[in-house]
């Protein structure tokens, strides 16, 4: 059995203790053959995970999920990332749960939540060609006609949504030049993926992963009106619980990425003799890495402070705050680590077979998505240190 881990709960080391045994089976070269088969999902690995109860985390055991924080929940994806086997799907899929959770109407829970517990998989789908991180303009439109709604738009970079059962789609019900409060008229629904008039298409994103970025288009789809999240016109009030979520399960995500490339450079230093001791007893070499190491630590404390802050249902803007810090600095430590960890290898650090090099896109990707750092920092700014706001 590994060891213990002391800043971990019992619970939180069970998992821990899973998610070892589960990538001894799902290791990296699975996970190699999965990318390079073209897969787009680890269907194997994910069934495994919801037979655990795994899946059912942070859905309330009355609809099938085990009850569990979201403090568990970020230690369950930074373990996974931590082996390699990290993917975004597990973001999508987990921060559609407190929409439903927290403002699903009792028929919408029992009729989806026992469904996500069992690993029917979700996306979610916010972002615009147009809107970017502007959420206020988005334009795809839902039109209520009797018993349902008719949606139209577009969405992109949206992560495994051919491979989903469903997605929770956030759209407009009143247009954006009709409201007198830019917050008001966005609505969430509950969506099936495989609904006529919805086609995907598969974007061109340089990452070497399994999952896929789609761009979906919405031709007049029919969706029940029981399908709608909450009230109408009342969605921007549900977001930020789904999209708080979002950023601290993005700081574990890469947080654990950044862990597994540092242990890889660290490896490496120990072993690799160019003047006959190791070249991880270079002070160039130490110090690069152990800054690395340090900053993940000190990531890592503030994701940990969020999940407890949303656990303990503090403050809105208290939440946000420690949400955007541990995305941001989880993101940024991240990469500081696989950028230490490239330059270690030399030019080893380039080729496949050390496996360090396939992290750097996607460990990228994150200082951009699901929301640029530049745009937290105008958050943080404004919010926090009352430095008038920076955009419009």
Known sequence: MISRKPDYTDTQNDI??????????????????QILSGSTFPRKMWDEIAANGYLGMIIPEEYGGAGLSFDDLQVFVEELSCHGLGTLHFVSFFMDCPFIVEFGRTELKQRYLPEMAKGAYWSFAITEPDAGTNTFKLRTRAVRDGDHYRI?????????????????????????????DKKEGLSLFVVNSNSPGIEMRVQDIETFAVEKQYTVFFDDVKVPRENLIGKENAGFNYLFSGLNLERIIIAAFVQGLGEYVLNRGVTYARERKIFEEPIGSYQGIQHMLTRAFVQLKLAALAKQRAARSMDA?????LVGMYANMAKLSCSEAAFNACDAAIQV???????????????????????????NNEIVLNYLGEHFLGLGRSYR
């Open 16 to 33: 821990a203790y899973f998610v070892d045994k589960l990538a001894k089976k799902y290791d990296r070269t699975y996970w190699h053959s």
């Open 345 to 371: 290898h030399g030019g080893y650090g380039l080729s496949r077979e050390y496996d360090v090099i396939t992290f750097l896109p996607m460990i990228r990707a994150m200082r951009v998505a699901p929301v």
């Open 152 to 180: 139209s738009g577009q969405k992109l970079f949206i992560t495994g949504g051919k491979e989903s059962e469903y997605m929770v789609l956030v759209t407009r019900t009143t247009p954006y030049e009709e409201v007198n």
């Open 313 to 317: 249902r503090e403050d809105p803007k």
